[in-house]
Every structure is written in C-alpha cells, then in structure tokens.
C-alpha cells in the first residue's frame, strides 16, 4: 500500500497543503472546522507523519536518552515508567541504556546515544566524582537533567528526593517506638545517594548515643549485602538495622529469620525506596517512599520548560514519605 502524504490529506480535505501541515504540525492557529475537517481526511486515509523527514526539517529527533546505572534495581524501572510516560505526553520519545554502574561504560552510553541526535538526556550518574566529566561535556550539548542522584553542584540541573529528610524520618521513628541500639548497612562508593543517606544517618543517630554512629557497615545496593553485614552487625544485637535501600533491608530480614531473631520484636528493620518488594517482604517493610511521579514530572519540567537564557543550575529536592509497616511495629515489642 502507498503512503500516504500531505497532497493526498489536502486532496481529502479540501485545503491547500500549507494547511493540512500547519493543522497535523500544530505550528499555527487554524480555524476549528478547518482543523477538524483535516484531521478527519487524514484519519480517514490512515495518514501517518513521516517522522524521519520531520526530524531532518526540524533538526529535532523527538527523543530524549535515559541513561541507568543498572536496570535490575527495582527501583529504577518504576522511575522508567513514570518518566516514559511522561515524556510521552509531551510528544518525546526515549532511547533507554544501561550501564552497570560503571562510570567508562556510562560515558561510552552517553556519546553514543549523542551521536544519535537526541534532543535531551535524563541520567542517573553512577558516581558522583567519576561520571562528573561526562555530564558536564553532555550538557554543553543537549539539555541534560540528572535523576535521583547528583554530581556535585553547578554541574547539571538535578531533581532528587531529600535523602536527609527520608533518613530522619526513620529515625524519629524508631525513636518514637523505643529503639536505642541502631546500626546502618549502607553502600560504599561516591554515589550521592550512598553518601546521603549515610552522611544523615550518622547524624541523625548521634541522639541515640555516641556510639550509635559508628555501627554502620558499607557495601552495595544488594540484598546478598544485606545478609551478609547482619552477620557482622548481629553479635553486638542491635535493636534497629536502618537499611540504605530496600533491596539491602529484604537481605537483612531474610538473614535475621535465618538466625531466628524476632522482627520486630527483638529487631526492628528499615529501608529506603519503597520498590514493590517491600510490601511483599516477610514481615512487610517499613520503609522510605520515593515520590516517583512527582520526580518524573519534575525532571520533564526542568528538561522541557527551562528559560531562555537561564544560566543557573537548578536543584530540586522533593518531599518523601514514610510507610510504616509489620518490620517496625511498635505493637510487637
């Protein structure tokens, strides 16, 4: 079948091709039943807009990249979604790589998707000192926003939740519910959300004494590293594992079933996300909740709606929640 054009939509219509493009573009005002009148000739004809040919008119590609530090974190394909969506309804496609949290394989990731003539770029850094240089050479060429995690300030504009306001949100909670022995199993690493969270557990935790700062254990984002720091936390019993993530947290209650402690009523366990899983955790996460909606429509915003001639950076940091649940039950002690 023969594609069909602007000529035949404008034969269709009964109006010059001018018209027709300007009605099916959006470029300009057009009358109401002028404008209904084409869309119905080319709805009718199955008229489908040739978007390579609008890309090389335009010089705009219609896309925006999106470049993870790793797919398999739950939490990064509920942020996917939300950002495709929204995205979507701003007439944007998105071209997604992922680059398993390594900063030379996210730098390859970002040339190449520049070299596909993206409008934009979305990233979720993989390091906040490594992944630095990178950001800064792509946003001297697209608008850039990085997600979630930073890399240090002036570098791009950023939307992210306040890790410090999430961290002390736990910690007024198990506070609250009586807890004084709290320890952290964190990520090691230069990634802003590692650091944040641990930088604000060590201070929130001083109120539970001067000892409490230093119980942490560093790792990984996992829940492997998550069984394995209780095995080294458990001996001094805390009453409280403050978890970094929530993948971290779900290692750490299967770890203290395995040992046969009582959560929570020997041991509460918090996380910070709240993916899905944790409300299929076993007894149910307490958790920090991400406002994921909101940072996808903001990150849209900030990359769609910046000011001409705006030279400032802007940081956006958003509100989180906290979700408690059977993992933190004052109830149960």
Known sequence: MAEVTLK??????GCSVATVSRVLAGTRPVGAETARTVREAAARLGY?????????RSRSTGTVGLVLPQITNPF????????????HAEGRAVLLADCDDDPLTEAARIGALLDRQ?????????DEHHSRDAVLEAAARVPLVLLDRGCGPGVA???AVDNAAGMALVLDHLAATGRRRPCFIGAAGTASTAVERRAAYESGAAAFGPQAPGRTELGDFSVAWGRAAVDLLWPARPDAVVCANDLIAVGALQRLRQLGADVPGEVAVTGFDDIPLAGLADPALTTVRQPVPELAAEATRLLTH???GFASRRAVRLTPELVVRASSAEGSR
């Not at 990064?76 to 995205?87: G, I, K, T, W």
């Open 8 to 13: 035949d939509v404008a034969r269709a219509s």
């Open 48 to 56: 489908r807009p040739n978007q390579v040919a609008r890309a090389l």
């Open 76 to 87: 990064f394909p509920s942020l996917v979604r939300e950002l495709e969506h929204a995205l």
């Open 118 to 126: 993206i409008d934009a770029l979305l990233l979720i850094p993989a």
């Open 157 to 159: 504009d950023s939307v």
């Open 306 to 308: 910046r000011p001409a």
